[in-house]
C-alpha cells in the first residue's frame, strides 16, 4: 500500500497568515490526490482534486500543487472559518490511502 | 443535489457482525463510472478507507480489513452495504459512506454514523 505522510501534524497561525501542508506519498501517484477539509462532528469535505483543481464552491485561497511524490495545499490568507483537519488522499491505486492529518489551529 | 445517509445500529457487540446501509438521493447508483466506498474514523484519529464498490458489483477493500470486509450493491434500492464481521472495540467509528471515480477523490459524503463495540 501506498503511504501518506503528511507534515506538519499540528499547526498553529493566525487570521490572514499563508500556510502550507505538504504531503508526501512513498510511490509515485503522478497527480493522482486530493485534499480534504474536516471540522469537528462534520464530514469530510472534498478542497482539491488531480493535486491542483479547485472543487467547485471552494474559495480560491486553497492552491494546491506537486506531483509524483510530493505534494502542497497552500491556504493564502487563512479566515477563522478554516481551522480545522486536513487530510489528503492518494486515488492513484487501491487501497485509497489518507495522510495521518494536519490540525490548523488559531494561534 | 446527491445525497448519501448512513443507517443501522449504533452498538454492536464484540465478536458479531456490523451492518449499515447507505442509501443514495437525488441520483442512481447504476450510473457508470462512479464507485461507491466506505471510509470510518475512530474517535479522535484519521481516516481509513473501508473498500468500495461499483454498480456492477466489482469490489476493492482494504487489504488489512479484507478478510472480515463485505460490501455489496442493491440498485433496485439504491442502495450499498457494509458488513463487518469479528468485530472488536477496534472497530468503534464513525463510518462514512461517499462516492467517487476511478482515480478521482470521494466527493460526496454521508454524514457518518458512530458505531460502538461493547458488550
Known amino acids: 500500500a501506498i503511504q501518506m505522510t503528511q507534515s506538519p501534524s499540528s499547526l498553529s497561525a493566525s487570521v490572514g497568515d499563508r500556510v502550507t501542508i505538504t504531503c508526501r506519498a512513498s510511490?509515485?501517484?503522478?497527480?493522482?490526490l486530493g485534499w480534504y477539509q474536516q471540522k469537528p462532528g462534520k464530514a469530510p469535505k472534498l478542497l482539491i482534486y488531480?493535486?491542483?483543481s479547485l472543487q467547485s464552491g471552494v474559495p480560491s485561497r486553497f492552491s494546491g500543487s506537486g506531483s509524483g511524490t510530493d505534494f502542497t495545499l497552500t491556504i493564502s490568507s487563512l479566515q477563522p472559518e478554516d481551522f480545522a483537519t486536513y487530510y489528503c488522499?492518494?486515488?492513484?491505486?487501491?487501497?485509497?490511502?489518507f495522510g495521518q492529518g494536519t490540525k490548523l489551529e488559531i494561534k | 443535489q446527491l445525497q448519501l445517509q448512513e443507517s443501522g445500529p449504533g452498538l454492536v457487540k464484540p465478536s458479531e457482525t456490523l451492518s449499515l446501509t447507505c442509501t443514495v438521493s437525488?441520483?442512481?447508483?447504476?450510473?457508470?463510472?462512479?464507485?461507491w466506498g466506505w471510509i470510518r474514523q475512530p474517535p479522535g484519529k484519521g481516516l481509513e478507507w473501508i473498500g468500495s464498490?461499483?454498480?456492477?458489483?466489482?469490489?476493492y477493500y482494504n487489504p488489512s480489513l479484507k478478510s472480515r470486509v463485505t460490501i455489496s450493491v442493491d440498485t433496485s434500492k439504491n442502495q450499498f452495504s457494509l458488513k463487518l464481521s469479528s468485530v472488536t472495540a477496534a472497530d468503534t467509528a464513525v463510518y462514512y459512506c461517499?462516492?467517487?471515480?476511478?482515480?478521482?477523490?470521494?466527493?460526496?459524503w454521508g454524514q457518518g454514523t458512530l458505531v460502538t463495540v461493547s458488550s
Open positions: 461517499a462516492r467517487h471515480f476511478a482515480r478521482f477523490p470521494f466527493d460526496y
Open positions: 437525488g441520483g442512481s447508483i447504476s450510473s457508470s463510472s462512479y464507485y
Open positions: 464498490i461499483y454498480y456492477s458489483g466489482s469490489t
Open positions: 510511490q509515485g501517484i503522478r497527480n493522482d
Open positions: 488531480a493535486a491542483s
Open positions: 488522499l492518494q486515488d492513484y491505486n487501491y487501497p485509497r490511502t
